[in-house]
């Protein structure tokens, strides 16, 4: 994660929260484009993925799953991950394939999930519409320069899947000062994938070596919410059948390693991740083809609807 705030994030901001709807239209800009696609591509180092504004019941995977997407000399590369969003690749992210353009017409061949084909229309001066003619479904990309993409909202506008990167959190520290409670005993966390609110997992395992014999003693729900006036401060609740519902707060110290505030006991937590996912590659920078194009798929917040777009190929 970049830990630089930058002013000119605002723009994102305002994009984030105000453009939840575009209206599709046969405009100028796709009428008569006045540069190549190629050369539209690559006027913005960074595309952002805003999932909200999709149009259309269907997904295309590489789509659904990034936060941005990069165009650089037949190249595609992706931010997939939020953990080292803003370093990883300069910026760009990874390689995920490779794309052609002609016509106003981009193909993107995959590196896991294949061959998709769009139809590109030029929205306004820093937004495009890609629409998938087999699925039906659109999604709207805004052009960032690096220098004036704000990584830090990304991150924690989407925190949940920060959560979500790690095979587990193995508990590093545990203040002195806090009285004793029952969270006490709870010494690794696991959030799946499935949302805002989702579910987690907790064990009272011992320094276990390998994350994947960790034994599991509950599952529940999660759920994590915005503090006012505080944009990098968030709360997670921790749904416990058995006795009330255990309150932090959530404050990212770095890209693995979290402080959970126990305000009941006032007992200060530290999580530390274990076992990153990165998604397309291994650790070791090979292609992960076990992972399935279902994994870590951003879930759109805004209701789905029927997409008016057809396709000019028709």
């Not at 209206?23 to 595309?47: A, M, T, V």
């Not at 061949?109 to 769009?118: M, Q």
């Not at 709207?140 to 506008?157: A, E, I, K, M, T």
């Not at 997992?201 to 014999?213: E, I, K």
Request: charged share 20%.
């Amino acid at each position: 994660m970049k830990m630089l705030k930058l002013l000119s994030g605002f723009a994102l901001v305002a994009i984030l929260f105000t453009s939840c709807h575009i209206d599709i239209i046969e405009d100028d800009y796709h009428n008569n484009p006045s540069i190549s696609l190629n050369q539209l591509l690559n006027s913005y180092e960074l595309w952002y993925v805003d999932i909200n504004q999709t149009v259309g019941y269907g997904q295309t995977p590489f789509l659904q799953k990034a936060f941005t997407i990069s165009f650089l000399n037949g190249n595609v590369y992706a931010n997939n991950n939020l953990v080292g969003i803003g370093s990883q690749g300069n910026g760009y992210g990874i390689h995920i394939g490779y794309y052609d353009a002609y016509d106003m017409i981009l193909d993107v061949s995959h590196n896991i999930d294949g061959f998709e084909t769009f139809d590109v229309y030029q929205i306004d001066n820093n937004t495009i519409e890609l629409y998938n003619p087999y699925n039906d479904t659109s999604y709207f990309l805004h052009g960032y320069q690096r220098s004036n993409f704000d990584y830090d909202y990304v991150f924690y506008d989407n925190i949940h899947y920060f959560l979500q990167e790690y095979e587990a959190w193995e508990k590093v520290y545990t203040s002195e000062i806090g009285a004793i409670n029952e969270f006490d005993y709870e010494n690794y966390l696991q959030f799946l994938a499935g949302g805002n609110d989702s579910t987690f997992r907790s064990s009272q395992d011992v320094d276990v070596a390998n994350v994947n014999n960790i034994y599991w003693d509950y599952t529940g729900v999660y759920g994590i919410q915005n503090v006012p006036n505080n944009f990098y401060l968030k709360t997670l609740t921790l749904d416990y059948d058995f006795f009330d519902n255990e309150f932090f707060e959530l404050s990212v110290i770095n890209d693995g390693l979290i402080e959970l505030y126990h305000p009941s006991s006032g007992t200060y937590y530290e999580f530390q991740g274990r076992g990153y996912i990165q998604y397309l590659r291994k650790a070791d920078g090979s292609l992960d083809k076990s992972k399935s194009s279902q994994d870590k798929l951003r879930k759109q917040k805004t209701d789905k609807k029927e997409n008016p777009r057809v396709s000019k190929r028709d």
